[in-house]
């Protein structure tokens, strides 16, 4: 496989191989682990993550500090790809897609650090203002101001979309 890689892509050393049995052993004994090892083997000329961008020593207190799982999940491959383990064997570890880790060290090697982290994103908007919302909470919990002894689900969705 390593014979259709780029000579630039091509890893100057063969990273060790592990036992995959040892580090996923749900995977080891569905046999999938291996089949998934083999058939992405190709990523094993993937890009390398540059490692000016941070320190082993940086990536580890990172992983400590970052405020989600995914976050920190992402600096551990990372850190993972910089000790030496192959491509394959970190996405397999991780449970993510080739095309995944290297986006991950894409980004890495864009933004380090910081690239890793997730971004704060918009969503949906709300469908009901704060205040409205509060009104709201209110009524269930004093439904005789409207001249209902109890609500339902199906009478309380009338009652907000008639008089929203």
């Known amino acids: ?10 890893p100057i050393q063969p ?3 592990f036992n995959m049995s040892e580090i996923l052993p749900e995977l080891a004994v ?23 961008n941070a320190a082993l020593a940086e990536l580890e207190t ?5 405020p989600y799982r995914q976050g920190h999940d992402r600096m551990m491959a990372i850190r993972a790809l910089a000790l030496g ?9 991780h449970q993510v897609t ?7 060290i894409n980004n890495f090697n864009a933004r380090g650090i910081d690239g890793l982290i997730d971004l704060r994103r918009s969503g949906r908007p709300r469908a009901i203002a704060p205040e409205q919302a509060q009104q709201l909470r209110e009524l269930i919990l004093q439904p005789d101001q ?7 689900g199906k009478k309380f969705k009338v009652m907000v979309w008639t008089d929203c």
């Open 1 to 10: 496989m390593l014979g259709d890689c780029p000579s630039s892509l091509r």
């Open 15 to 17: 990273a060790p191989m």
């Open 30 to 52: 569905s046999g999938k682990g291996e089949d998934l090892l083999k058939k992405e083997a190709w990523i094993a000329c993937g890009i390398k993550p540059n490692l000016q």
């Open 62 to 66: 990172a992983c400590g500090a970052a």
């Open 85 to 93: 383990i192959q491509h394959a064997q970190v996405a397999l570890l």
């Open 98 to 104: 080739p095309r995944t880790l290297n986006n991950w």
């Open 146 to 152: 409207v001249g209902v002894t109890h609500w339902t």
